[in-house]
Nanobody, 125 residues
């Protein structure tokens, strides 16, 4: 089992920045991929960014490329999402997820077996 706890959400003005953190505990040594997803009211959960735990390879949704950065701290078993130049359309509940099986498609929620409880990001215009 892997437990994921997100933090760092909040209210920010458009153009501002936030950094989300996701602390993992439990059987983290088997983690292959960590991802961030988001879900706005009435919308499906969508992929934001992912990082391969061993290689450090990163992947981004087109909508956040150049504005968001995913990173990790192996020693702390923590993954981060630095969000800059935030837009009102970035507002959502952000979820951290962990996959312990390798899938080519890192953007599909069902490929992740563990999820955090989510953290709210609100962007005012």
């Amino acid at each position: 089992q892997v437990q994921l706890v997100e933090s760092g959400g909040g209210l920010v003005q458009a153009g501002g920045s936030l950094r989300l953190s996701c602390a993992a505990s439990g059987r983290t040594f088997s983690t292959i991929t960590m991802g961030w997803f988001r879900q706005a009211p009435g919308k499906e959960r969508e992929f934001v960014a992912a990082i391969r735990w061993r290689s450090g390879d990163t992947y981004y949704a087109d909508s956040v490329k150049g504005r968001f950065t995913i990173s990790k701290d192996n020693a702390k078993n923590t993954v981060y999402l630095q969000m800059n130049s935030l837009k009102p359309e970035d507002a959502a509940v952000y979820f951290c997820a962990a996959a312990q099986t390798y899938y080519n498609n890192y953007a599909v929620p069902r490929n992740y077996g563990y999820w955090g409880q989510g953290t709210q990001v609100t962007v005012s215009s």
